[in-house]
């Protein structure tokens, strides 16, 4: 399994940036994708995670009315939509996946994710 996130950059405080985690090396019908974040000097933060079959998306509440993740099964890869960033979204953005099985929960401890893409840095300015 392989993914990788893209689309980071420099954004000013109020402004939009959308990131993708292009997924392959295998189906990911039974797998969710998550979005996760680490600040400078801060722990890893859950943001986002959506089942790769589609059904209910789980968001941290620091992101909510704001992000947005859905999927595009044609490319294989899972968005992570960023509205009305603040500059405390700075942040490396990291996608990952595990495995769901027939089950869907929301999933915010990132040992539980298997797989895991570089990070991208998301720098949003004042």
């Known amino acids: 399994v392989q993914l990788q996130a893209s689309g980071g950059g420099l954004v000013q405080a109020g402004g939009s940036q959308r990131l993708s985690c292009a997924a392959s090396?295998?189906?990911?019908?039974?797998?969710?994708i998550a979005w996760f974040r680490q600040a400078p000097g801060k722990e890893r933060d859950f943001v986002a995670s959506?089942?790769?079959?589609?059904?209910?998306?789980y968001y941290a509440d620091f992101v909510k009315g704001r992000f947005t993740i859905y999927r595009d099964t044609f490319k294989n890869t899972m968005y992570l939509q960023m509205n009305s960033l603040k500059p405390e979204d700075t942040a490396i953005y990291y996608c990952?996946?595990?495995?769901?099985?027939?089950?869907?929960?929301?999933?915010?401890?990132?040992?539980?994710?298997?797989?895991w893409g570089q990070g991208t840095l998301v720098t949003v300015s004042s």
């Open positions: 090396g295998r189906t990911f019908n039974r797998y969710a």
């Open positions: 990952a996946a595990r495995y769901t099985g027939n089950s869907w929960y929301k999933e915010d401890s990132d040992v539980k994710y298997d797989y």
């Open positions: 959506k089942r790769w079959s589609g059904g209910l998306s």
